[in-house]
């Protein structure tokens, strides 16, 4: 199987578009929160269809015009995305210039067998050329920010690409985005348009009113009294307190500076038989008194393994940090359908010793009281934070866990073809290390944990991660 996929594992590009919506909007500029502007790269995810008896006589050009249509009618209540990046003249930090220019959709086929790529969930770097990834030659004003490629397998199959920039959206926003898509390619016969919430597309002005969080011009320096009272982001102070430990522990910095190539993307599946057990195991000593959710307890398991798989010494600070969407957590909360990015990071941080000695119920009770520290103020803190200097470029710090909660988001049931993709896979992300919570397609009670591991962690923590007693 592996020297096929070798042999015929080109994929050829046949056709190429720019698909720009059917009714254009007055082209305007939207103010980008500091919450849009930390990652402005496209965040690509590959959705496989199996070959299908229902839509076996499709042809590829019918597959590609259905879904350029629907894009069509899409960005026309989407506009933003039909947009591009732009610098404000007079802080010359990120907007979003809504101009019309539109998306990019590329076709593409290849002989191989969708069967011959093995684990759909498991990461192959041929993945990689199931997604368009556009040139801005050095102009990312020229960028666009959504791209798509539907590729004709050569059983039949279907994987359709997409990349998205994460100024544009957030993942919730961008599932709405791209089941909206979905509904109004209609490829299928039969197959209705489902209503959806309408987007609400201003952002930066929006979430400021929320936070209370004055305008970037009217920004007044606070005093030091002031300033001291005031509720600060931990994920921000504890990611400068991991960056100046790896700056003065040589031992830590020549390890964990290591860009995304050092480490290995691998998908762990924990069934919902597992999880079950991991919850009986927190909730032991209480005799069944404390609950949990699938996700804290995974996420405390999650921290556990991995610290204690890295071989830290005692002393070493170790930081779990985890996004929290605050649509619903802000007061008053987020308008219905805000389709900027609402995350922000929360944030626990010890010792890989103190770490070591807690027991998975007292890990999930920081976890539940890092989620609960949410609030407008620290949405205010958060935001406010990423207003100063930032380092550029920032190296993977591998005693930093991230967490990124898919389970809500499940790409794979978006119905781009004849229904549910036998597996949607996250591509390489912009920070390597990053652990994604997915559904499985087969058990949506189940978790399915991509991350990415440096080499010499791997076998300790695939020990580790799968020992659930």
């Given at each position: 199987?592996?020297?096929?996929?070798?042999?015929d594992?080109?994929v050829?590009?046949?056709?190429?578009?720019?698909?720009?919506p059917k009714?254009?909007?007055?082209?305007?500029?939207?103010?980008?929160?500091n919450?849009?502007?930390q990652?402005p790269s496209?965040?690509y995810?590959?959705?496989f269809?199996?070959p299908?008896?229902?839509y076996?006589?499709?042809s590829?050009?019918?597959?590609?015009?259905?879904l350029?249509?629907?894009?069509?009618?899409?960005l026309?209540?989407?506009y933003?995305?039909?947009?591009?990046?732009?610098?404000n003249q007079n802080?010359?930090?990120l907007d979003?210039?809504?101009?019309?220019?539109?998306?990019?959709l590329v076709?593409a086929?290849?002989q191989?067998?969708?069967?011959?790529?093995g684990d759909?969930?498991?990461y192959?770097k041929?993945?990689?050329k199931l997604?368009?990834?556009?040139?801005?030659?050095?102009?990312?004003?020229?960028?666009?920010?959504?791209?798509a490629?539907v590729t004709?397998?050569?059983c039949g199959?279907?994987?359709?690409?997409?990349g998205v920039?994460h100024s544009?959206?957030?993942g919730?926003?961008?599932?709405d985005f791209?089941?909206?898509?979905?509904?109004?390619s209609?490829?299928?016969?039969g197959k209705?348009?489902?209503?959806?919430?309408?987007?609400?597309?201003?952002?930066?002005s929006?979430?400021?009113?929320?936070t209370n969080?004055?305008a970037?011009?009217?920004t007044t320096k606070?005093?030091?009294k002031?300033?001291s009272?005031r509720?600060?982001?931990?994920?921000?102070?504890h990611?400068?307190q991991l960056i100046?430990?790896?700056a003065?522990?040589?031992s830590?910095?020549?390890?964990?500076y290591?860009n995304?190539?050092?480490?290995l993307?691998?998908t762990?599946?924990?069934?919902?038989?597992?999880?079950?057990?991991l919850?009986?195991?927190?909730s032991g000593?209480?005799?069944g008194?404390?609950s949990?959710?699938s996700?804290?307890?995974?996420?405390?398991?999650l921290?556990?393994?991995?610290?204690?798989a890295?071989?830290?010494r005692?002393?070493?600070?170790?930081?779990?940090q985890f996004?929290?969407?605050?649509?619903?957590?802000m007061?008053p909360?987020l308008p219905?359908?805000?389709?900027?990015?609402?995350y922000?990071l929360?944030?626990?941080?010890?010792t890989?010793?103190?770490l070591?000695?807690?027991?998975?119920?007292?890990?999930?009770?920081?976890?539940?009281?890092?989620k609960?520290?949410?609030s407008?103020?620290y949405?205010?803190a958060y935001?406010?934070?990423?207003?100063g200097?930032r380092?550029?470029?920032?190296p993977?710090?591998k005693?930093?866990?991230m967490?990124?909660?898919?389970?809500r988001?499940?790409?794979h049931?978006?119905?781009?073809l004849?229904?549910?993709?036998?597996?949607?896979?996250?591509l390489?992300?912009?920070?390597?290390?990053v652990?994604?919570?997915m559904?499985?397609?087969d058990?949506?009670?189940?978790i399915?944990?991509r991350?990415g591991?440096?080499p010499h962690?791997?076998?300790?923590?695939?020990q580790?991660?799968?020992?659930?007693?």
């Open positions: 199987m592996g020297t096929q996929l070798e042999k594992q080109t050829t590009i046949t056709k190429s578009v720019s698909v720009c009714y254009l909007h007055p082209q305007k500029v939207l103010n980008l929160s919450l849009d502007r990652c496209l965040m995810t590959v959705s269809y199996k299908s008896p229902s076996k006589d499709l590829l050009d019918f597959v590609f015009n259905s350029k249509s629907g894009l069509e009618d899409t026309s209540v989407w933003p995305a039909a947009g591009r990046l732009c610098l802080d010359g930090k979003l210039w809504c101009n019309n220019k539109g998306a990019v076709e086929v290849t191989i067998k969708i069967s011959d790529l759909l969930s498991q192959n041929f993945f990689e997604v368009y990834k556009p040139h801005s030659f050095g102009n990312f004003s020229q960028m666009p920010l959504v791209v490629q004709k397998f050569g199959g279907y994987s359709i690409g997409i920039s544009l959206f957030d919730p926003a961008t599932h791209l089941y909206a898509w979905a509904s109004n209609a490829i299928m016969e209705g348009r489902v209503e959806q919430q309408k987007p609400l597309h201003e952002r930066g929006t979430l400021l009113v929320v969080c004055p970037p011009n009217m606070l005093s030091e002031s300033s009272s509720k600060r982001a931990a994920a921000i102070d990611l400068y100046m430990q790896a003065t522990d040589q830590l910095s020549d390890v964990g290591m995304q190539n050092s480490y993307l691998r762990f599946h924990l069934s919902s038989a597992m999880i079950q057990s919850k009986r195991k927190v000593k209480r005799g008194s404390f949990c959710s996700f804290e307890v995974v996420a405390a398991h921290w556990k393994a991995r610290s204690r890295l071989g830290l005692r002393e070493t600070m170790v930081c779990l996004s929290v969407d605050v649509r619903n957590r007061v909360p219905k359908g805000f389709s900027g990015n609402a922000v929360a944030s626990i941080a010890m890989a010793g103190a070591e000695g807690e027991s998975h119920e007292r890990i999930v009770e920081k976890i539940r009281e890092a609960n520290s949410i407008n103020e949405v205010y935001v406010e934070a990423l207003e200097p380092p550029s470029d920032l993977p710090l005693e930093l866990t967490l990124s909660d898919w389970t988001m499940p790409f049931k978006i119905p781009f004849h229904g549910e993709a036998a597996y949607a896979s996250p390489v992300s912009p920070v390597p290390q652990a994604y919570f559904q499985n397609p058990d949506d009670k189940s399915d944990l991350i591991l440096l962690s791997l076998k300790s923590f695939s580790y991660f799968l020992n659930v007693q």
